[in-house]
């Protein structure tokens, strides 16, 4: 089965950003004959309910991805998941390890072992910059979740179900983004806060994500870490293009945070294949049949870090993406 088919697919924490932005792509595209939103919050169900003016193709589901026999439940009958739910707050991470082990550790191997039972078909969790190369709590257990994803295909190798990962940068203008926090300090007339001058960031939108996501899950054997080529910019221009008259305030790093984000660490490279528009990272090891795509291998010394990237946004460039953004 192509993701191309009349499908029933479930997204997991899918009232945050990204999972109403998958979910309308979805259904503007007729990709899904059902929607199964899995989520714990019952009022971001009820507000995207009438956003989408209850379409009849969206099912909700109240739950937690630590509840395994919850997930069971909401993936009878499915093809495809989508797994977006996470604990995200670096700072938050650092104070409440063991609640982000639960819910992206323990949580991504519900759903993982939740798939197999229901012989879902494809699986594909979304990972961040964080999890190459870890140095905070966050991005530790995303890094662990993605390799509990990209493993899982061994033990799934006598059935049908395949699990692949997407990793991107930032999404621009998200929930979380600093990009609201910003314009929002900017309209005050207050100061604009960062914590380091010189860092950068790979940034994405929510457009871009979406469709890579749906084109990864089309193109995916299983196994496969994918990346997109996206461009970076430097929190400096972000700050020119928001709000170019007001007083910045350097606060020095916090706990956990990196100077420069990476997407695919050193290492990876002999493994890494570059395409047109994206990276495809493959597995350890492939006993379940992973053939090797067709592209470049970038070999031992090669990784992806967001101040080394072929490509940068400009300040203009920020600005039009600003512009761009719904009020």
């Not at 300040?315 to 512009?323: C, D, R, W």
Request: hydrophobic share 40%.
């Amino acid at each position: 089965m192509t993701f191309t088919d009349n499908q029933s697919i479930l997204i997991t924490g899918g009232t945050g950003s990204f999972g109403k932005a998958m979910t309308k792509y979805l259904l503007e595209t007729n990709k899904a004959s059902r929607i199964a939103i899995f989520s714990r919050d019952e009022l971001k169900q009820s507000d995207m309910k009438l956003e989408f003016n209850s379409d009849p193709r969206l099912r909700f589901f109240i739950g937690d991805i630590r509840d395994q026999e919850r997930l069971r439940i909401a993936m009878r009958g499915v093809d495809t998941v989508i797994h977006a739910a996470a604990l995200k707050q670096v700072d938050t991470g650092e104070y409440n390890p063991m609640e982000f082990v639960k819910t992206n550790v323990l949580g991504s191997n519900n759903v993982i072992m939740s798939a197999m039972d229901c012989s879902v078909t494809k699986v594909i969790a979304l990972s961040t910059d964080k999890a190459s190369s870890p140095i905070n709590l966050y991005g530790a257990t995303k890094l662990t979740a993605d390799k509990l994803f990209l493993a899982a295909n061994s033990m799934s190798s006598g059935i049908e179900t395949r699990f692949s990962v997407v990793r991107y940068g930032n999404v621009f203008g998200s929930r979380g983004s600093v990009v609201p926090y910003f314009l929002k300090l900017a309209r005050e007339n207050r100061p604009i806060s960062l914590t380091d001058r010189r860092m950068t960031r790979f940034w994405i939108t929510i457009e871009r994500a979406t469709k890579f996501v749906s084109e990864s899950l089309e193109q995916m054997q299983g196994g496969e870490l994918f990346v997109p080529i996206i461009p970076s910019m430097k929190i400096t221009d972000l700050i020119e293009a928001l709000a170019p008259k007001s007083e910045i305030v350097e606060l020095g790093i916090r706990p956990g945070e990196k100077i420069h984000e990476e997407l695919i660490s050193l290492g990876e490279g002999s493994r890494t294949v570059r395409q047109e528009d994206k990276f495809i990272v493959g597995p350890v090891s492939s006993s379940w049949g992973y053939k090797h795509p067709e592209g470049k291998i970038l070999g031992d010394e090669f990784f992806y870090r967001s101040d080394q990237n072929e490509t940068w946004l400009s300040a203009s460039e920020i600005h039009e993406l600003i512009k761009e953004l719904k009020p």
